[in-house]
């Protein structure tokens, strides 16, 4: 399907929309497009981030499943 008939198609899909809630979502989807969203965050957040990115560096990570487990024995404790 060419790009135009899809947008087209999308265009008047949304058009029809009267759920606030649909319109929400479709408007969330557009933002997660835009790549120079900037964040703020306060100084312990900052460190936060930067102990993370160090220990992604020093490849201190853990796989999904480590991790699940990890919180499952966390919770149920």
């Known amino acids: 399907m060419p790009d135009k008939t899809l947008k087209e198609k999308l265009i008047n899909k949304i058009k029809e929309i009267d759920d606030p809630a649909i319109l929400e979502e479709v408007s969330n989807l557009f933002e997660l497009q835009e790549s120079e969203t900037i964040y703020k965050v306060n100084e ?4 936060s981030i930067e102990e993370a990115k160090e220990q992604i560096k020093n490849k201190q990570t853990l796989s999904n499943e480590q991790a699940d487990k ?3 024995e966390w919770l149920n404790e």
């Open 44 to 47: 312990k957040q900052g460190k």
């Open 70 to 72: 990890e919180a499952d």
